[in-house]
């Protein structure tokens, strides 16, 4: 299985980029990104872009794969909701759109967030932009998948990028196995998610959104 990850530097894309990189049936992982990742692996292709809203000068080194994890994506925090459909709908849009042309037969996962809005009508402005991609994206000609997670677990030494992220887990890892005993259906960890993409991949499902409860049951 030949594998796209987008978001490889970040929290969750590490998770999922290790846990392919530990998967005996995933052949070949292709990172694009911005960030050099700073690893090297024989399964492992880095390719470095700049313009994630037009991947049309890299479409030649596109084809040929059976699947890609999207989990590029920021907070909401600060920013308009022009800026932040931009890179959310904007950049999972184009790539996802330029997949599916040319990999008809791959599957998709997108990462969203717990509470993104499918009605796409709600107050909350991240939830509506998350809910719009969510549904355009399970309608394009390929097998699409979305993941919203709830709280993550960073594991197997992976460290948040956001700094807030990383304060706030300093602080409340001691508590983390209790709010899982407390709050197992909110929160999952960065190798569940890498595990339940893989699973998703090799065996289908009927079911297109995955909420934290689903990936955990993965
Ligand atoms: N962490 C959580 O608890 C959580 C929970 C629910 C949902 N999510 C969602 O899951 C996704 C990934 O979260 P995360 O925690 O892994 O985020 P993260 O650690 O901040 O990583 C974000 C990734 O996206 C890339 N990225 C961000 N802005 C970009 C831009 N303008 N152009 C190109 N690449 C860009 C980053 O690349 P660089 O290294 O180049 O910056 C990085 O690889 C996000 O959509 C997030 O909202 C996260």
Not at 42 to 49: N, T
């Amino acid at each position: 299985m030949k594998v796209i990850l987008f978001g490889a530097t970040g929290m969750i894309g590490q998770g999922v980029l290790k846990a392919c990189l530990a998967d005996d049936g995933v052949a070949e992982i292709l990172a694009i990104g911005r960030t050099p990742l700073g690893e090297s692996h024989a399964k492992l292709k880095e390719l470095m872009h700049n313009d994630f809203s037009d991947f049309s000068s890299i479409e030649p080194r596109l084809s040929g794969y059976d699947a890609c994890y999207f989990c590029l994506g920021v907070s909401s925090a600060g920013m308009s909701e022009e800026k932040y459909r931009q890179i959310t709908y904007g950049f999972a849009m184009a790539a996802a759109q330029a997949l599916s042309k040319l990999n008809p037969n791959m599957t998709f996962i997108y990462i969203s967030g717990m509470g993104a809005d499918s009605t796409e009508k709600g107050s909350v402005m991240w939830a509506r932009v998350r809910g719009k991609l969510e549904n355009d994206l399970l309608k394009l000609p390929f097998k699409a998948y979305v993941f919203r997670p709830g709280g993550v677990e960073p594991m197997d030494g992976i460290q948040p990028k956001n700094k807030w992220l990383k304060a706030l887990l300093k602080v409340m890892g001691p508590f983390i196995p209790l709010l899982k005993r407390l709050f197992p259906d909110y929160i999952t960890s960065t190798r569940q998610i890498g595990k339940g993409m893989l699973e998703v991949t090799r065996h289908g499902s009927d079911q297109k959104i995955f909420e934290c409860k689903d990936i955990n049951g993965l």
